[in-house]
């Protein structure tokens, strides 16, 4: 029942090609809308909250809670710090502390940072400079005018008299600081874990915010850093690694398949496979992490494997004289059963991830399940189709597409000329004696006279080149005959070749 729904399936897909690539092109650029969606900002690591099963964490839990938390019980503030790095310059000049106020003037401006913000608000060491002028109750607006009508010694005495006389000043600062000058420094920014508004919300314009204000060395490394950081690392992955592994791809299916169509067709259901796999991913809200670039490897090769039984199922199929899609259709409902066994098997192996506690490793599991899935789908459908309709355009022009398997069209390295499998035979009509076959035949088609001395021969009646084997000792020959030609050729059983220095006689 199996095979019968697959060999019809087959036969829908040879026969109506064109149906089945217009339907592949419309449900591609559906999955491909996917792909903007994708998160591509999870880390590869993991939390203790994700092994709460464990028993030693729970113990671990319980002391912190019932411990290390007891001091500061109540507590709804929580201190976001904003740094500024200055690695050829000074953080504690004027105009790095100007850009300070203006960067605290800008995000208490903002409604969001607002709602989220404590009463302890934003305080930093520009904000201790500039109301030593200005007066402890001065504004932000004063702060900026007090320290903008200063001088830059005026600046650098007032930082040193204030390291002098207030020790608190000293948090704003590295540990190791010393003098009046300073590669770093930060901004405390003082949140209301029980406001209105999302922390989460806050933290974003704080690090946006910081961004606008990169030139003057603002960073912030909050969850929104980290998120940002992981992207621009994955899409470092991608360029770097995606060109080689496409270019060890290309070398692979040349040397497969020795045909540019071919070529092109199966680096085609390549991309295609992992297009879907990230489609996918974003319509289903998978977190593609820095180390998603595993799957990627493993569905390209994978969509190599089926695309080498595809295509040479067909070849091996198509015999002289037929047409394109009977044989494609044979060679499709034939391999598709070991297709589906392969995709099947590396499902549910890949699925058992599911019971890691590492989010990271479960993506792993969901994401190559779905580009093993893509793969076999588009191997399938997408890629015989193309190859049928392909195939029919040339030899309408008169372009001959019968091909021969790859492990049995090779350059002859005497002759020098590519040698076909003999037609109903799938096997080569020549070999010369340097590249044998397996067994160790070389077979009709061919004569080597190097040879012909050490070699039994078998002459064939219609006086072509004589078969020459190098199968060792006295195995026996079988006997050869085609119906259709009326053509046969006797194998004798070899004899020991004349040799002054050893008897032929046995005792």
Same mark, same amino acid.
Request: charged letters at 20%; one cysteine or more.
């Given at each position: ?10 036969? *829908? ?30 880390? !590869?690591?993991?939390?203790?909250? =994700? ?6 964490? =729970? ?18 503030? $929580?201190? $976001? ?20 106020? +203006?960067?605290?003037? +800008? &995000?208490? $401006?903002?409604?969001? &940072? =607002? ?17 030593? !002028? ?8 004063? =702060? ?27 948090? *704003? ?28 919300? /806050? ?18 490394? !909050? ?15 991608? $360029?770097? &690694?995606?060109?080689?592994? %496409? /270019? ?26 992992? %297009? ?7 319509? %289903? ?39 394109? +899609? ?33 989010? !990271? ?6 994401? &190559? ?32 597409? +019968? ?35 397996? %067994? ?68």
């Amino acid at each position: 029942m199996i095979q019968r729904f697959l060999r019809r399936a087959a036969g *829908f897909v040879t026969e109506h090609n064109v149906i089945v690539l217009l339907v592949m092109v419309l449900l591609t650029g559906g999955i491909m809308a996917g792909i903007p969606q994708l998160n591509t900002s999870s880390q !590869s690591g993991g939390t203790a909250s =994700q092994f709460d099963d464990i028993d030693r964490v =729970q113990k671990s839990q319980y002391i912190d809670d019932a411990y290390s938390k007891a001091v500061v019980k109540g507590s709804t503030r $929580e201190v $976001e710090p904003v740094y500024v790095w200055n690695e050829d310059g000074n953080a504690l000049s004027k105009e790095s502390l100007l850009a300070g106020l +203006r960067y605290q003037q +800008r &995000v208490t $401006e903002n409604e969001t &940072v =607002q709602a989220a913000l404590h009463d302890d608000g934003v305080r930093g060491i520009e904000n201790l400079v500039a109301t030593q !002028s200005a007066g402890s109750s001065a504004s932000l607006d004063d =702060q900026i005018q007090a320290l903008e009508s200063m001088s830059e010694a005026e600046v650098e005495t007032a930082i040193g008299q204030l390291l002098d006389e207030n020790p608190q000043a000293g948090q *704003f600062l590295p540990a190791d600081h010393e003098g009046t000058t300073s590669s770093d420094r930060r901004t405390l920014v003082v949140l209301d874990t029980a406001g209105d508004s999302p922390q989460e919300d /806050a933290e974003t314009v704080l690090y946006e915010t910081a961004t606008e204000y990169e030139d003057d060395g603002f960073f912030v490394l !909050s969850s929104n850093a980290y998120s940002e950081a992981s992207s621009h690392f994955f899409g470092e992955m991608v $360029e770097l &690694v995606l060109p080689i592994t %496409l /270019a060890l791809i290309l070398f692979i299916l040349a040397f497969a398949y020795r045909d540019l169509v071919d070529v092109v067709v199966g680096m085609a259901g390549v991309i295609l496979s992992v %297009l879907w796999t990230f489609g996918l991913l974003g319509w %289903l809200g998978v977190e593609a992490g820095v180390i998603m670039i595993i799957p990627v490897v493993l569905i390209a090769g994978l969509s190599i494997d089926f695309g080498f039984h595809v295509f040479n199922r067909y070849r091996e199929e198509r015999g002289p004289g037929e047409g394109i +899609r009977k044989p494609m259709a044979r060679g499709l409902s034939l391999v598709a059963t070991a297709l589906i066994l392969v995709t099947a098997t590396a499902a549910i192996g890949f699925l058992a991830n599911l019971a890691n506690p590492l989010p !990271s490793i479960r993506d792993i599991g969901i994401t &190559v399940t779905l580009g093993v899935v893509s793969a076999l789908g588009i191997f399938v459908t997408a890629v015989p189709a193309l190859k049928v309709s392909i195939d029919r355009t040339f030899e309408r022009i008169g372009l001959d597409r +019968r091909k021969a398997r790859w492990d049995t069209a090779r350059i002859c390295g005497r002759c020098s000329k590519k040698r076909s499998p003999s037609p109903g035979a799938g096997l080569p009509s020549c070999w010369c004696s340097r590249y044998s076959l397996p %067994l160790g035949a070389v077979w009709p088609g061919h004569s080597s006279t190097k040879r012909a001395t050490s070699r039994p021969t078998a002459t064939s009646q219609s006086g072509n080149s004589n078969c020459q084997s190098r199968w060792a000792g006295s195995r026996p020959r079988y006997s050869h005959s085609n119906a259709t030609s009326g053509r046969s050729t006797s194998l004798q059983t070899p004899t020991t070749p004349s040799n002054p220095r050893y008897s032929s006689k046995t005792t």
